[in-house]
């Protein structure tokens, strides 16, 4: 290769560009986990409104995520990472200004959908420009700091939403995005050059994308309208089979389609297959349990949005901290040695908190186990997460990660549909815990037989 044939680097400010891609990803962790302390809000705000119909202002986010993450991976290749980035800033600004003024119900619904829409074109353009920016030598010291940046903004949520709350009002929990959208949208354009990629990928099978948002949907229709209408009601039963019929059908479609939205070929690979089970089900126990508890400790317990968003912060704060460390370490040693440990430090942190737990409040039991459950969540999370793209060919890497976004987002789905039921409909604290720690211990304890199968060891030390 010439130097005239040699790619170009994508910005000539590497620092300056990092920070504003780091700005740009915590949009989506920010817009996600404020809604953990914006859902009682909500409650306040609409008291006309039941909770099944509020909880999708919650649940329309991670359903349009599911379904649009890898075909805007593949717009932002084909049309240019910049322009999507600024495209998707502009669309989150959008569902920003319009949650933010909001009338009803129905149109805060729209507008995370929206949001939604931004965050899928935010994430994937600025992963792809990250890589882009950096030096070789210099990637694993950015990809750190991107995990980091990810739990943090997930961490900053539900304190800096409960402050906006209590003091502003809940419309802030839109308000906050704009002053960064105007950041992103004002400083990419001066400090990065277009990127392309040089194999571009047709526009996945847009009939599996809306598969994946119906299957999702019905699952969680089923799910959260349980109360009104009785687990033991055919229209229960008949939502949650409809979405699982769905999805067996977008299963069968993907394995024959020659461009599918999400590649299951890939499932061949024995680590790809068990680590993306069991990401969807650890998934789904630990969005359930965040969002849960969340509810419960506002709702029931009596703390303000402030107090509750202080309270939950350690949770996705030690997950992005100890990710990061973890990650060093087990692409050596194998991701399985950090799993498994993991998931029994979840489980055991979880039942604590179920034993002691009550009506009563209890803060530093509670700060406690959020903290020791955010220490296994970044054992188990990226450790799940690198193991589903260990044994794929380098050029298949952005299909396997696709794979395991869809995975995240329909476990997010179905694990916030479950943990704001069980912490609505309780009659009282101590029942609505008991619900819930029940179904996160449950749950969390499936994704072993899957994990104790995944083996990322280095070929010299698994002979």
């Known amino acids: ?21 780091v700005i740009a990803a915590s949009l989506t962790g920010i817009g996600l986990s404020i809604m953990t302390v914006g859902y009682p809000a909500l409650g306040e705000a609409f008291p006309g409104v039941s909770d099944p119909t509020l909880s999708w202002v919650t649940n329309i986010f991670t359903i349009v995520g599911a379904a649009t993450l890898v075909p805007a991976g593949v717009l932002a290749d084909k049309l240019g990472r910049r322009r999507m980035l600024i495209v998707g800033t502009l669309l989150f600004l959008a569902g920003s200004v319009m949650g933010g003024l909001a009338p009803s119900v129905g149109v805060l619904i729209g507008a995370r959908a929206v949001l939604a829409l931004g965050a899928s074109a935010v994430n994937t353009a600025a992963v792809a420009l990250l890589l882009a920016t950096m030096p070789a030598n210099r990637l694993p010291l950015a990809i750190g700091i991107w995990a980091v940046a990810g739990g943090t903004s997930s961490a900053i949520g539900p304190p800096v939403g409960g402050l906006a709350i209590e003091w502003l009002g809940w419309e802030w929990m839109f308000w906050l995005n704009v002053p960064f959208c105007l950041i992103v949208l004002v400083v ?22 809306l598969m994946v948002a119906a299957a ?57 297959r068990r680590s993306n089970l069991s990401m969807l089900i650890f998934a789904s ?7 849960g508890f969340t509810v419960i400790i506002i709702r029931s317990w009596g703390w303000t ?3 509750g968003g202080f309270a939950v912060a350690p949770l996705a704060l030690f997950a992005g901290v100890v990710g990061v460390l973890i990650g060093r370490i087990a692409h050596r040693t194998g991701h399985r040695m950090f799993i498994l440990p ?6 055991g942190g979880t039942i604590m908190l179920w034993v002691v737990l009550g009506d009563e409040p209890n803060a530093a039991v509670f700060v406690t186990g959020m903290t020791i459950i955010g220490v296994a969540t970044g054992m188990v999370f990226p450790s799940l997460m690198a193991a589903s793209v260990t044994d794929v060919p380098a050029d298949k890497h952005s299909l396997a990660t696709g794979i395991n976004f869809t995975a995240q987002r329909v476990a ?3 694990g916030v549909a479950l943990g704001l039921t069980f912490a609505t409909t309780a009659a009282s604290a101590s029942e609505a815990i008991d619900l819930l720690m029940g179904m996160v211990v449950i749950t969390a304890a499936l994704s072993l037989p899957f994990s104790l199968r995944i083996d990322t060891r280095p070929r010299q030390a698994q002979s």
């Open 342 to 347: 993991g998931t029994a430090i979840y489980v």
């Open 305 to 307: 949005p402030i107090e």
């Open 1 to 21: 290769m010439t130097a005239a044939d040699a790619p170009q680097p994508v910005t000539g400010h590497p620092a300056i560009g990092l920070t504003v891609l």
């Open 412 to 414: 997010t789905t179905i």
């Open 216 to 272: 999702t949907a019905l699952v969680t229709l089923g799910i959260v309208q349980s109360d009104p209408w009785g687990w033991a009601d055919l229209k229960v039963g008949g939502s949650i089979a409809g979405g699982l019929a769905v999805f067996g059908l977008f299963v069968q479609r993907s394995w024959h389609h020659p461009n599918p939205l999400v590649e299951l070929r890939l499932f061949r690979f024995p680590n790809v």
């Open 188 to 209: 990419v354009p001066l400090v990065y050059r277009e990127s392309r990629s040089a194999d571009i990928r047709a526009l996945p099978d847009p009939l599996g994308g």
């Open 285 to 291: 126990s630990w969005f359930a349990m965040f969002f």
